[in-house]
């Protein structure tokens, strides 16, 4: 039987396996962060702006690890080529070690 020790570090290699991807968090601040993450596209909707036009806009669920960065409500992120901003963002309450971020994409 494995020791609690041996099912946490069982757990961070599992975590490590799921973030598989490179987010950039502010690419457009002067020390951009590069941090690990796991994408999910949630699909795309057409939307009406305050000035009443319509545009698409692509939603993405974002899972990175919490420890050493901050992350603010529309807050810019890159992710291979894809410029997305920051809606919400909370705990994941599966792991408290990650974080959950809801981003949009406005395409056109």
Known sequence: MPSAVDERSLSMNAVRHLLH???TLSPDAPEPVEVWARV???????????TERTR???RYRILLRR???????GQGLRWS???LVVESH???HRDRRLLV??????VA
Request: glycine share 8%; proline share 3%; charged share 40%.
């Open 81 to 83: 080529g894809h410029d």
């Open 90 to 92: 909370a705990i994941d």
């Open 40 to 50: 999910v596209p949630e699909g795309a909707a057409i939307e009406m702006d305050e």
């Open 101 to 106: 971020l809801d981003c949009r994409e406005e």
């Open 56 to 58: 698409v806009v692509r």
């Open 21 to 23: 991807e490179r987010v």
């Open 67 to 73: 420890e050493g960065v901050r992350i603010t409500h």
